[in-house]
């Protein structure tokens, strides 16, 4: 490290990705617990796409100039006073969850805590195709108590987090049904898809019943929840951004009226899940899907493929 500042992706107003720039700022310092990480990769997440347009404005407020990125990739650079069972070189992965964004840039710290180490043999660039299937964990196993055998309908099944629950929903023993787009119907079958349909050719009430919904998209909650059998469960990670009083009204009212409460979660892994995606990973239950590698100059291309729809798993952003 030859001076104190970074390389990161920064935006002054909201907008368009062309909003984004990358510009020096000061290399930040761990505190006593923290990590610093030489990040090496990050990926483009449909919730900062949505903070960076502004249409989260109401909680990301007027404060300029704001940062992006949510998970990364790297190498352990330095370590903060009382920091355990992590050392210098380990690589590792890591969200930055409710602390905010700011993984798109040359270097970040966080608490240990908040770190896993990523399996050996696996790309650090591949890699960070996978932080977020931590989201499709703890949908799957924690909330939905997926059983073997159980009918899981996923939707949003190419995306980031839909990806990595359609193999884990295989995984796990579930008959899998992926909705996604016509064009990523062969991709989702290649991730243990058991059925492949295309979202705009059908209507939900032709879908059929499950025991298991998981919504990564946020509308039309309401049509979803009556595909459930008897004892079955929606796990939704996403609002409608257009309705957002009503959909958190729905989530909330779900809990009294109709077909099973709807379960609601905002992650926030820490390394016991980081420890479960790795073995996820190492046992073969779950890989990477990297749609296209940008460099960190061209985060904005990066958000903008994102936004135009048809993802293929992640856009991953390589850090030189
Ligand atoms: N609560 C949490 O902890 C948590 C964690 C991670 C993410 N999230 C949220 O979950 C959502 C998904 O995140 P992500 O990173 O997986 O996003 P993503 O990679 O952009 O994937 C979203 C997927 O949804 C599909 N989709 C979009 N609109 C659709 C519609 N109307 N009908 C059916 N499918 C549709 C997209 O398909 P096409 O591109 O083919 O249209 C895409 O495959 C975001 O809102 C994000 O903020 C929440």
């Known amino acids: 490290m030859d001076d104190d500042t970074m390389r990161a992706v920064l935006f002054d107003r909201y907008g368009g990705p062309e909003v984004l720039y990358v510009s020096r700022v000061p290399r930040p310092e761990p505190a006593p617990g923290e990590v610093l990480v030489r990040v090496r990769a990050f990926s483009v997440n449909g919730g900062e796409t949505a903070a960076r347009s502004g249409r989260l404005r109401l909680l990301t407020g007027r404060k300029f100039p704001k940062r992006v990125g949510l998970d990364f990739t790297g190498e352990v650079a330095a370590l903060g006073a009382g920091v355990t069972g992590i050392v210098i070189g380990d690589r590792v992965w890591g969200v930055m969850g409710r602390t905010g964004f700011g993984s798109a840039a040359e270097y970040v710290t966080l608490r240990a ?52 629950a359609v193999q884990l929903g295989r995984a796990y023993g579930a008959e899998v049904t992926a909705l996604a787009r016509a064009a990523n119907l062969d991709f989702v079958r290649t991730l243990g898809a058991h059925h492949a ?16 919904v998981l919504d990564t998209v946020g509308t039309d909650l309401r049509a979803f929840r009556r595909l459930l059998s008897p004892g079955g469960r929606t796990v939704t990670i996403a609002f409608d951004l257009t309705r957002l009083a009503a959909s958190l009204g729905y989530i909330a009212a779900s809990a009294v009226h109709g077909r099973g409460r709807v379960r609601f979660f905002s992650g926030n892994p820490t390394r016991a899940l980081f420890d479960d995606l790795a073995r996820e990973v190492s046992e073969g239950r779950l890989r990477p899907a990297v749609d296209t590698c940008f460099p960190l100059e061209e985060t904005a291309a990066a958000h903008r493929a994102l936004e135009a729809g048809g993802v293929r798993g992640k856009y991953v952003v390589k850090v030189d």
Do not use: C, M, Q, Y
């Open 197 to 212: 349909i295309d979202h705009r050719a059908v209507s939900p009430s032709e879908l059929g019943l499950f025991d298991v």
């Open 113 to 164: 805590e908040r770190l896993g180490r990523v399996p050996d043999g696996l790309d650090l660039v591949e890699a960070a195709a996978l932080p977020v299937a931590t989201t499709a964990i703890t949908a799957l196993r924690d909330k939905a108590r997926l059983r073997p055998g159980e009918r899981l309908l996923v939707r949003g099944a190419a995306g980031g987090v839909g990806n990595a």
